[in-house]
């Protein structure tokens, strides 16, 4: 069945994303301090112009609003900035000075933002910072709004495990996660009608410093209220959502609903491109549906962390009404169709949404998709064997790809076979077939050409911006190599807010196992900030930790007991040396110990051998 489409000819959206228009930044540039571009939303002017045949013309269409770009005034009293990042910054005037929401990814563009909202509403000072959730697009530039020194007195709230999942995100497999956003959000791609077009959730990523201020007040339960610069703030928790720490509120005085990332206009993602752990798309809907009753008609306006604000409580509700049945039906039906034994790729293929939700711009899938976000819940719950015997013990890609194309007859003879696709129009098997070669013949620059030609048509058609960034980065990757990624998560207030523990884990995965496997390592570490004792054992290639009372040793003595502060061991480990940091035992068991560590590379190839 052919999908329904949603009328071209209804204007809602761009009223909406253009009401309330103050002021743009002019030139819409960010530098940095050493001058490097950190932002510039004047590269986006191309997307002013008809939709070549070079992009999708929903894309096309979306791209467009996302790159709107300047200060809006949402309801009196509260502006937001948009176009100046991946997120929303809003700002919420206060008594004294303004309350500011979701500052951005970086330092500069928070700061470009606040400039430009002064420079409309006056040098109002920030008496309030709010982080909706835990993902880096609405904090990282926290000192952007309030540098360091200004931060005394200011609340700064955040829902209840904000920090522990702002940063815990990046310790695990930060390295994956950060090189594959690049191919997710087309980093590297040049801004043009047949490169990067936007997000589907925003314009796209600045490159720019990342900094956390961390929270000073905990929101705990949902009906908590909090008063800020005379302003008050009514709060729903909504755990394990779009977020695992995240919030909507409400200012019931100014008659504002803010639905953070919870509800955007677009479908979002259950497992995002760049990897995450999956979500819950059935709490997501429930949380939504208790929004509606939650929120009641306290509100005339919603605004959220990405995207324009929906005015009117009825339109609101629906917004809202159909967000939720779009995450329950997807749960829902993908669930049906596993448990009668479909497997994710076959999901996928058969399930569509409901006409009322197909013909509505705000669940198209710009940002998630319905292919991948239905594989993800089917991933939720079943993980990655589908029961089926043949791919329960296949071999890895470089080795399947040499038996597929021997058993085709050859490099050239699959290329053949896989041009003949391409030409009757079936890119996905095309490219399926390329990427064997590709794989097979890691010096095949015809495949790759014949590869990258497949990645260019499929990410040109494609509706989906994150898809189609990742088959144009794939695309280039085949013919120019790897790029290391632009993004730098090594801000010292980042490390800062890593427990204890997790700093020790970012150890643990660095160990190269196999080199380890006969060593034997015992070292205490005694921090004295925070009254605590580690005890780190490396046995068999494996470095574990426990936790022990600081004033009441482990009956065993360890080789090695350092004590120390948490800064001084941040510095250790990135190899500062033993100053200031009290050592009994054997110091060449640390020499050892880190001996074993492993330096991940920023640049692996995706789409290469």
């Known amino acids: 069945m052919d999908q329904i489409l949603p009328s071209f000819d209804d204007t809602t959206d761009f009223d909406n994303a253009d009401r309330g228009f103050v002021a743009a930044l002019t030139p819409g540039v960010v530098t940095g301090a050493d001058g490097h571009v950190v932002w510039d939303s004047d590269a986006y002017g191309f997307l002013e112009g008809d939709c070549p045949d070079t992009a999708h013309p929903s894309l096309w269409r979306q791209s467009r609003l996302c790159a709107k770009q300047g200060l809006y005034e949402v309801t009196e009293g509260i502006y937001q900035v948009r176009g100046l990042d991946l997120s929303n910054m809003t700002l919420v005037e206060g008594e004294r000075g303004v309350v500011v929401i979701d500052p951005l990814i970086s330092t500069e563009t928070a700061a470009a933002g606040l400039a430009l909202y002064r420079e409309h509403r006056g040098d109002r000072p920030v008496t309030g910072l709010i982080y909706t959730h835990s993902h880096g697009d609405h904090f990282g530039g926290s000192r952007g709004v309030l540098p360091h020194g200004t931060e005394e007195g200011v609340p700064i709230i955040a829902p209840e495990g904000f920090l522990e999942h702002a940063v815990s995100e990046n310790v695990y497999a930060g390295n994956a996660m950060v090189r594959r956003a690049d191919f997710m959000y087309g980093t590297a791609l040049p801004k043009a009608p047949d490169g990067q077009l936007s997000t589907g959730l925003g314009p796209g990523c600045s490159m720019g410093t990342i900094s956390l201020v961390p929270p000073t007040v905990d929101v705990t339960r949902t009906g908590q209220e909090e008063t800020v610069d005379g302003v008050r703030i009514v709060f729903q928790l909504t755990p394990g959502t779009e977020a695992p720490s995240e919030m909507n509120f ?11 990332e919870n509800v955007s206009h677009n479908m979002h993602n259950i497992l995002t491109l760049r990897g995450a752990v999956v979500r819950d798309a ?21 605004f959220a962390s990405h995207h324009w604000p929906t005015w009117g409580r009825d339109d609101v509700v629906r917004l809202l009404t159909e967000q939720r049945d779009l995450y329950a039906y ?39 998709s319905l292919s991948h976000n ?48 391409r030409d009757r129009g079936d890119l996905r098997f095309a490219a399926t077939l390329l990427n064997q070669v590709v794989f097979a013949e890691a010096g095949d620059t015809d495949a790759k050409e014949e590869l990258a ?25 085949l013919r120019h190599g790897t790029t290391p990624t632009s993004v730098d998560m090594g801000n010292p207030e980042m490390a800062m807010a ?25 070292i205490d570490l005694v921090l004295t900030d925070e009254g605590s004792r580690r ?7 494996a470095l574990s930790h426990r936790a022990h009372p600081a004033d009441r040793p482990p009956s065993t003595a360890a080789g090695l007991t350092l004590t120390l502060t948490k800064p001084h061991l941040l510095g250790l480990l990135a190899g500062g040396g033993l100053d200031g940091v009290e050592v009994t035992g054997d110091p060449r068991l640390l020499d050892r110990l880190m001996s074993y560590t492993s330096k991940a590379d920023p640049a692996f190839p995706i789409v290469t051998p």
């Not at 009753?293 to 306290?298: I, P, V």
């Not at 890593?498 to 015992?522: K, N, Q, S, V, Y």
Request: contains cysteine; aromatic residues 12%; charged residues 25%.
């Open 374 to 421: 239905v594989k993800a819940v089917y991933q939720r719950y079943l993980g990655w064997f589908d029961g089926n015997a043949a791919h329960l013990w296949e071999h890895p890609p470089v080795e399947l790809a040499k038996r597929y194309v021997e058993a085709l007859g050859g490099a050239r003879e699959t290329v053949e076979k896989a041009r003949g696709y």
């Open 498 to 522: 890593l427990t204890t523990e997790m700093i020790i884990d970012t150890l643990a995965i660095r160990i190269d196992g196999p080199r380890a496997w006969h060593d034997d390592i015992t």
């Open 330 to 368: 997807m749960h829902d039906q993908t669930l049906r169709l596993l448990n009668d034994g479909l497997t994710g790729p076959e999901i996928a293929e058969e399930l569509r949404l409901p006409p009322a939700l197909e013909k509505a711009w705000h669940a198209r899938g710009y940002y998630g």
């Open 453 to 477: 030609g497949v990645y260019e048509r499929l990410g040109h058609g494609a509706e989906n911006a994150t898809w189609r960034n990742f088959y144009l980065c794939s695309a280039r990757e």
């Open 282 to 302: 059935r709490i997501w809907a429930r949380y939504l549906d208790e929004a509606i009753d939650f929120f009641g008609d306290g509100y005339d306006v919603a």
């Open 535 to 541: 005890r780190l054992t490396l046995h068999n290639g």
């Open 250 to 260: 409400v200012f019931p005085e100014k008659r504002a609903l803010c639905l953070a």
